[in-house]
């Protein structure tokens, strides 16, 4: 042992090795990868339907040879950047962060990071508003995303004068269950009340979301309250609650996949697309059950951004307008299984994906609300950070 | 002391170790007689020191026996033997002060406190280092070093004891 | 350090530029000046919307500890979890460190390497591999309901012991390492003087081994214990977040709530802690202590 | 038969101990070959994960970043760490001690607090760029400590005659330090690259606060991935690529080398 480590040829080598490798697949990641097409190429390429983004929009992107992303890892189909890749040549250099409040404190840190494209939500869209951190969005560029996105979420409260972001999905945030461990018959079942007085049946199985503006919000929404409710006595009554339940709940944990997939959970909350389109891997049949409460839930919109200092903003509108051609956003659904305000893709989602994410009753969209700033500034900030303390003892 | 019926206090008989590759002792007989200084000598490496970790026991013989006081003592852990090495290189406990050092082994014997006070003083004073009681080995020069380990031998007052490369220490005096 | 630099100019000693100079620097510049600043930091007030104003205040260490903050709590708890996890580590790693150090015979290096090499494995998924085994169910709990030895399944994740359980896991291999190098450092012949004289192999160890591996292991003490108390990874990951440490208010406070000056008091508060803690381990353990780190 | 019981005692913990510490990977690189992508109940066997591996350019990515950053760190910190270690011990001067207590700095204050201070540090008073200068400088700032003690307990181990001798036989410094010093160090040069490196590819703390743009490296890519990823099992196939299988090379290297030593 000791030899092999005290011999300088194999460290030399070894060491070498993994440089030469690095270094080497480094260079060649800078260097486009694909033959790019020619703007009248990519014109004439286009499936029915579909608009191209002007020319000089198409060129400033080419020319700038890499966008940077930054969003979630394995979450996206990979064929999504891939496709995008290998249209137009540009290398897509893509970060990935573990939660958005960690890539918020980033831009709040480092205000210029060369980012082109953001996948976030209402949140940090309101805090880099107000911190004159975000590019317009050139609705020029865009085509396919003015003809296909439904005029309701183009404008929606998180981007007052559609501005600044890009509606990408739309997810539910409410709650699910395992069927193979819980009676569906139960009768409190799609409503709040089961996650929150469901003691009996699923003592020490559940697990919430660990992140506090939506637990809070989800606890306000059982109350009866606006999820963005700052008022001080409704905030205790849900505070009161968690206080309540804290000692039944497994885990704040924000890797649950794995966990209900084991069956080692049976309720979880969170955005209940994710856990139907898991199910799909669970066996023949899909085990989870989604439960939208009838008094409404947390709906969290993705928004694509641009922040400023990116290097390559044509590339981003580039991209949104590729994502929202019919063939690729079906894609992305039938991927991710989530909500979404894509009015041209309904005949190309797969059955299943239908019903996995679109909520049981018409217009339960009106009933969700959006986290909005009284939640996450000032008082009601302030408010649900001590609850949120107070949990963690 | 109790060899003294036929006054022999140590005997190998046909003693043979071998290491590796290596006899380092090879059939070697001896007595040494009570009161008597018997000296080994010989070119380095040729099993000196070997032979008095037999002794001690601290290496186990692979042939042969050993007798302290007429006794074969083969089995017996060195803890239990009737006879001390002073080591080569001193071996005195760096966390100790000297008076702990040379009080070590009569603490294990159970002997009485005021008795193991008695006899440490003694046994500096007999070493004429009675100032150094309660500083710490490395503050010590070599030959108070090893006097040191004289001492913390002799202390016990055993049937014999052996003293591995008693010069290599002598520079002063 | 200005100490250091003056002499060194003083002297122009020729070898020491070269030598202690790049780290001089680079301590100066990378260690030093981010901490002064997170000092700096800590005194300045916080404005509603956690920025930092221009004003010196004492504010966000009266809220911290006055304020009925929850944070004096969580370092209490991280020094609990923190010395807990290190008792435990001391209980495995030292019978592992002296095993490997008297038994080991010519196969010591292959052992020792056994136990590092885990923790070469990233953090993320040694953590998933033991919430892995441990889950409920789990393969564990498989295992031990096959044989009989338990009818129910156990819970160990999601609980404060899962927590000291990963933070074992993860730290052990710190704790051995300094151990099995103080025991190799003691010379033989003082093990072989101490049976000479007529200590029996427990009395030795009580009397001989145990004294002079103490730098080793009040040095694995530092190495195991530091990181334990600052820890924040395992709490989230394998405690389930129900249980925050002091390190994940600080990660709280400085990511999610952006509150840079407040999370700034509060890592100067656990910093002193730990320098102070890690000063009476040094007092206890002696120089050799930090010789053995590492 | 009590020492028999004394070492039977300690015998049993240290298993139990080596067991701890194994276990989990074990059971992690046999279940990397589980056909269910989350089950701990064993399904059947398969190696579709590993295909899906290195079909997700994403990870190798991720992967080779690591790699890159963690040779650059390995290479400086051992360099600046060795030469501090050999300073810190053949030279006296004012400040000595204070400057070794300084490089225990890094490594004692808790990695959070270092790391979110290295963050506000880089973006609000020097700017540098988040990415890879941050990340390595961040780096090199906890891992040349680790080569200065390893260095440190080296040289207390070092007949330092062998280079007074060498001088003596008139040798000059340059050449004393190419043919008497290294050499005698190359096994603590080793040891630090030995630590460093792993130290460097596996850091998730420090590279989670200071990583900028197209830095994603592997600990970060997992840690992402745990949110949404729909294959946690690609978790095991990592850690059997990138952790066992080099370990289980060294191992097998070493334990041939014993036999044919043995042997002869």
Known sequence: MLKLVENRKTWVFIGGLIFALAVSFMGSGLVGSAQAKTYKQYVASLPDGCQPVPRECFEQAVAGKTFAMYDWAAWWPEELYKGFEKEFGIKIVRDNYPNLDEALAKFRLNPKTPYDFWLTNPKSVWYMKNWKLLETVNHDWIPNVNRYLAGDVKEASWDKGYNYTVLTTLGYDAYVINKNFINKDDSRIPSWKFLFEGWDVYKDRLVMRNEMNRVIGNTLKYLGYSLNSTNPKELKEAEDVLVRLKPHIMAFNSWPKRAVMAGEVWIVEGVVHDYLSLGKLAGPENPFVPCYPPKGCLLSPMLVVMPKGGNNPAACHLFLNYLYRPDNFATLINGVAYGHGHTGVNGLIKEKVVKWMTPPEAGYREKCEVLLPPAFTGQGEKLRAAIWEKLKK | MQGEQDNICIELRNLVKMFPGVTAVNHVNLKVKDREVFSLLGPSGCGKTTILRIIAGLETADEGEVLIGGQVVNEVPPYRRDCNLVFQNLALFPHMTIGQNIAYGLERKRVAKNEIKKRVNEMLEFMSLEAMKDRYPVQLSGGQQQRIALARSLVLKPSCCCWMNPWRHWTEN | MVAAKNDMKRKTHLHLLPTVGPITIWIFFFVFAPVAVIVAISFFATGSGGEILPRLSLENYRLLLFGGSEYPRAVIRSILYALVTNLICLGIGYPMAFWISKYGGKFKALLLFLVIVPSWSCYIVRIYALKQLVGYPGILNDFLLNLGLISSPINILYTPAAVVLGLIYIWLPFMVLPIYASLEGINPSLLEASLDLGATPQWQFLTITLPLTKGGIFGGAILTFIPALGDWLVPLLIGGNRVWMAGNLIEHYLVVRGKIAMASSMAVILTATVVLLIYVFIKLGGEESMERIV | ?264
């Open chain 4, 1 to 264: 038969m009590k020492i028999l019981n004394a070492r039977r005692i300690n015998t049993i913990v240290s298993m139990i101990g080596y067991l701890f510490v194994w276990a989990p990977i074990v059971v992690l690189a046999i279940f990397s070959f589980n056909a269910s992508a989350y089950g701990v109940k064993w399904e059947s066997l398969t190696i579709k994960w590993y295909v899906d591996l290195f079909h997700t350019p994403e990870i190798m990515q991720a992967v080779l970043r690591s790699l890159l950053i963690a040779s650059i760190t390995t290479i400086f910190a051992t360099a600046i760490g060795t030469l501090a270690g050999y300073g810190l011990y053949k030279y006296k001067f004012a400040g000595r001690r204070f400057l070794r207590m300084s490089v225990l700095l890094p490594i004692t204050v808790p990695y959070v607090i270092m790391a979110g201070a290295l963050l506000v540090y880089f973006t609000r008073i020097v700017h540098i760029p988040l990415g890879y200068p941050a990340i390595i400088i961040a780096h090199i700032s906890f891992s040349a400590p680790l080569a200065v003690f390893v260095t440190l307990g080296r040289m207390q181990r070092i007949n330092w005659s062998l280079e007074e001798a060498s001088v003596d036989l008139g040798a000059n410094t340059l050449t004393t330090w190419r043919k008497v010093t290294i050499p005698l160090l190359l096994p603590a040069i080793f040891a630090s690259a030995v630590l460093i490196f792993p130290w460097s590819f596996n850091d998730f703390t420090v590279t989670y606060f200071v990583a900028g743009v197209g830095t994603t490296t592997l600990p970060l890519y997992l840690f992402s991935m745990l949110e949404y990823s729909l294959k946690p099992v690609l978790i095991n196939a990592i850690s059997l690529i990138f952790i066992i299988m080099p370990i289980l090379l060294i191992m097998l290297i070493y334990l041939s080398k014993a036999r044919t030593k043995h042997g002869s």
